[in-house]
C-alpha cells in the first residue's frame, strides 16, 4: 500500500510539473526575422518570378501576406524605427548608432517575462563616430536594449576588420568567436538561433534574427558552385544574389522545422520581412513587371518590404492584406500582444493577427535623414503616402499606381477633385510633424 502511495504521489508531482510548464506557455513565443536589404519583390510568395523561396512562400500560404509594408530606405533609419515604435525625427541621431535611453522591443518583451535573443547584424554602436560616442565599444549594449544573449556581427568592430560571410568575424555574448576561413556567418547566427530555442522550449522566448543576408558584397553561399574556391568568396558579383536569396530561404526553413520538431509552431508568431529595398545593382521581376532595386531612396522600391505572419494557433487559413503597415507598428504590436503599456508612434496591428476589429490606418509617414554619405543623403526627405498616392513637403504629389519611379508629379493646377481632396488630407498629415527643412 505504501509503495502504491508513493507512486502516485510521484504521478501526480510529475503532472503537476507538466501543467505549470503548459501554463509557463500560454504567452506565445515570438520569431522577428528581418532580411538585410530584400524587397518585396525578391520573393515568390509575391509574384517573383526570379527567385523561388519555398520555405518563406509555405509561411505565406498559411499565414497572413501583407502587401504594402513600408519601411525605411535604409538600414539604421529601419532599425531604429521598428525596435523603438518611434518616428526617426525624435531618435535618430548618428548612422550605425541607437541611443543607450532609447526602450526597445528587447527591453518590452523582456520585461514581460520573455527570455530574449538577437542574432545577425547590429550596427548600433555607432562605430564610425568613436569621436561623438562614448560607448561605441561597449559589448554589452545589446543586453542594455533587452537582449539576454547575442551572437552579432558588427558590434563593436567594423566591416574594415572583418566581414559577415565567409571567415566571419562574429561576437558572442562578450566573446569573440574563433575565425576558419571555411566558416559561413548565416550558418552561425542561424544555429545560434536554433540552438537558443531548443534551450527555451519550456518558457516563453522572443528571437530578434536581423539576417546579414542578402546585404552586398555578393558572395558564393556555401550551397553555391564556385564555394569551395577560396579566392572567390570575397570577390562581389551580382550573379550570386539569387544564391544568397536561396539561402536565406533555407535558413527561414531551418528555423521553422525546428519549430514544429519541438511542437511549438502552433503557439510561436513567425514574422517575417526586410530593413529595406533591394540594392540598385539588383534587377528583378514580377511577372512581366521589371524592379531596379531603390536602397536608400524614398520612392516604392525603396521601402516596399516583404511582411508575412505566420501564427497557425490564431491565423488558420492564409489570408492576404492589402492595407499599410509601416516600420514603426512593429513595437506596438509587441506591446499589445504582451498588454504592456508603451509610447509608439505606430499603430498595433496585433488585433488584425487575432481576427479582432481592426481599422487600417489611411496613411503611412517616414522621415528620413540618414547623415550617411553624399549616395544616401541626397535622398533625405519626408514623406507622407495613402495607398494609391504620396506627398513630399515641396508639393511634389504623386499617383503611385501610375508612377512607382515617382518620374512625373501630378500637375497641381488641374488635379481632379478626388485628387484635390486626397492632397488636402496627405497635408493635414504632414503638418502633425516637424516642418522639413
Same mark, same amino acid.
Given at each position: 500500500?505504501?509503495?502504491?502511495?508513493?507512486?502516485?504521489?510521484?504521478?501526480?508531482?510529475?503532472?503537476?510539473?507538466?501543467?505549470?510548464?503548459?501554463?509557463?506557455?500560454?504567452?506565445?513565443?515570438?520569431?522577428?526575422?528581418?532580411?538585410?536589404?530584400?524587397?518585396?519583390?525578391?520573393?515568390?510568395?509575391?509574384?517573383?518570378?526570379?527567385?523561388?523561396?519555398?520555405?518563406?512562400?509555405?509561411?505565406?500560404?498559411?499565414?497572413?501576406?501583407?502587401?504594402?509594408?513600408?519601411?525605411?530606405?535604409?538600414?539604421?533609419?529601419?532599425?531604429?524605427?521598428?525596435?523603438?515604435?518611434?518616428?526617426?525625427?525624435?531618435?535618430?541621431?548618428?548612422?550605425?548608432?541607437?541611443?543607450?535611453?532609447?526602450?526597445?522591443?528587447?527591453?518590452?518583451?523582456?520585461?514581460?517575462?520573455?527570455?530574449?535573443?538577437?542574432?545577425?547584424?547590429?550596427?548600433?554602436?555607432?562605430?564610425?563616430?568613436?569621436?561623438?560616442?562614448?560607448?561605441?565599444?561597449?559589448?554589452?549594449?545589446?543586453?542594455?536594449?533587452?537582449?539576454?544573449?547575442?551572437?552579432?556581427?558588427?558590434?563593436?568592430?567594423?566591416?574594415?576588420?572583418?566581414?559577415?560571410?565567409?571567415? !566571419? /568575424? %562574429?561576437?558572442?555574448?562578450? *566573446?569573440?568567436? &574563433?575565425?576558419?576561413?571555411?566558416?559561413?556567418?548565416?550558418?552561425? @547566427? +542561424?544555429?545560434?538561433?536554433?540552438?537558443?530555442?531548443?534551450?527555451?522550449?519550456?518558457?516563453?522566448?522572443?528571437?530578434?534574427?536581423?539576417?546579414?543576408?542578402?546585404?552586398?558584397?555578393?558572395?558564393?553561399?556555401?550551397?553555391?558552385?564556385?564555394?569551395?574556391?577560396?579566392?572567390?568568396?570575397?570577390?562581389?558579383?551580382?550573379?550570386?544574389?539569387?544564391?544568397?536569396?536561396?539561402?536565406?530561404?533555407?535558413?527561414?526553413?531551418?528555423?521553422?522545422?525546428?519549430?514544429?520538431?519541438?511542437?511549438?509552431?502552433?503557439?510561436?508568431?513567425?514574422?517575417?520581412?526586410?530593413?529595406?529595398?533591394?540594392?540598385?545593382?539588383?534587377?528583378?521581376?514580377?511577372?512581366?513587371?521589371?524592379?531596379?532595386?531603390?536602397?536608400?531612396?524614398?520612392?516604392?522600391?525603396?521601402?516596399?518590404? !516583404? /511582411? %508575412?505572419?505566420?501564427?497557425? *494557433?490564431?491565423? &488558420?487559413?492564409?489570408?492576404?492584406?492589402?492595407?499599410?503597415?509601416? @516600420? +514603426?507598428?512593429?513595437?506596438?504590436?509587441?506591446?499589445?500582444?504582451?498588454?504592456?503599456?508603451?509610447?509608439?508612434?505606430?499603430?498595433?496591428?496585433?488585433?488584425?493577427?487575432?481576427?479582432?476589429?481592426?481599422?487600417?490606418?489611411?496613411?503611412?509617414?517616414?522621415?528620413?535623414?540618414?547623415?550617411?554619405?553624399?549616395?544616401?543623403?541626397?535622398?533625405?526627405?519626408?514623406?507622407?503616402?495613402?495607398?494609391?498616392?504620396?506627398?513630399?513637403?515641396?508639393?511634389?504629389?504623386?499617383?503611385?499606381?501610375?508612377?512607382?519611379?515617382?518620374?512625373?508629379?501630378?500637375?497641381?493646377?488641374?488635379?481632379?477633385?478626388?485628387?484635390?481632396?486626397?492632397?488636402?488630407?496627405?497635408?493635414?498629415?504632414?503638418?502633425?510633424?516637424?516642418?522639413?527643412?
Amino acid at each position: 500500500m505504501k509503495l502504491i502511495n508513493k507512486t502516485l504521489l510521484l504521478l501526480l508531482a510529475l503532472l503537476s510539473i507538466s501543467c505549470s510548464k503548459q501554463a509557463e506557455k500560454t504567452q506565445p513565443n515570438v520569431v522577428l526575422i528581418m532580411v538585410d536589404d530584400m524587397g518585396y519583390e525578391c520573393l515568390s510568395a509575391y509574384g517573383s518570378t526570379s527567385y523561388n523561396t519555398p520555405n518563406i512562400d509555405k509561411l505565406a500560404e498559411k499565414g497572413m501576406l501583407f502587401e504594402n509594408c513600408v519601411s525605411q530606405p535604409l538600414c539604421t533609419p529601419s532599425r531604429v524605427k521598428i525596435m523603438t515604435g518611434k518616428y526617426n525625427y525624435r531618435n535618430y541621431e548618428y548612422f550605425g548608432h541607437l541611443n543607450n535611453l532609447e526602450y526597445t522591443f528587447g527591453n518590452l518583451m523582456q520585461d514581460a517575462g520573455y527570455e530574449t535573443c538577437i542574432a545577425g547584424k547590429w550596427q548600433l554602436n555607432g562605430l564610425s563616430f568613436k569621436d561623438s560616442i562614448s560607448d561605441w565599444n561597449d559589448n554589452t549594449r545589446p543586453n542594455k536594449f533587452g537582449f539576454d544573449e547575442y551572437c552579432l556581427w558588427q558590434l563593436t568592430k567594423t566591416r574594415a576588420d572583418g566581414e559577415r560571410f565567409s571567415d !566571419p /568575424l %562574429i561576437e558572442q555574448n562578450g *566573446e569573440f568567436l &574563433k575565425r576558419n576561413a571555411d566558416d559561413y556567418g548565416p550558418d552561425i @547566427f +542561424s544555429n545560434y538561433v536554433l540552438d537558443f530555442i531548443e534551450r527555451k522550449k519550456d518558457q516563453p522566448f522572443f528571437v530578434y534574427y536581423p539576417m546579414v543576408l542578402v546585404h552586398d558584397p555578393f558572395v558564393p553561399t556555401p550551397d553555391s558552385k564556385t564555394w569551395n574556391d577560396r579566392e572567390n568568396r570575397y570577390k562581389n558579383d551580382t550573379t550570386y544574389f539569387k544564391d544568397m536569396v536561396a539561402y536565406t530561404d533555407k535558413i527561414v526553413g531551418k528555423i521553422t522545422q525546428k519549430l514544429e520538431d519541438l511542437q511549438l509552431a502552433d503557439n510561436t508568431i513567425v514574422i517575417f520581412t526586410g530593413d529595406n529595398g533591394t540594392h540598385p545593382t539588383i534587377q528583378s521581376r514580377i511577372n512581366n513587371e521589371l524592379i531596379i532595386g531603390g536602397k536608400g531612396n524614398t520612392i516604392d522600391a525603396g521601402t516596399h518590404v !516583404p /511582411l %508575412i505572419v505566420y501564427w497557425p *494557433e490564431q491565423i &488558420k487559413e492564409k489570408s492576404v492584406f492589402n492595407h499599410l503597415i509601416e @516600420f +514603426s507598428d512593429f513595437f506596438p504590436t509587441l506591446a499589445d500582444l504582451t498588454e504592456s503599456e508603451v509610447v509608439s508612434d505606430g499603430k498595433s496591428f496585433y488585433p488584425l493577427l487575432t481576427g479582432k476589429d481592426y481599422l487600417p490606418r489611411a496613411t503611412a509617414f517616414v522621415h528620413y535623414d540618414p547623415r550617411w554619405g553624399q549616395n544616401v543623403s541626397k535622398y533625405r526627405n519626408q514623406f507622407v503616402r495613402s495607398l494609391d498616392y504620396k506627398l513630399y513637403p515641396n508639393n511634389r504629389f504623386f499617383n503611385l499606381n501610375d508612377d512607382k519611379l515617382e518620374t512625373s508629379p501630378l500637375p497641381l493646377d488641374s488635379l481632379s477633385p478626388e485628387e484635390q481632396s486626397i492632397k488636402n488630407a496627405l497635408e493635414q498629415e504632414l503638418q502633425k510633424h516637424p516642418k522639413w527643412k
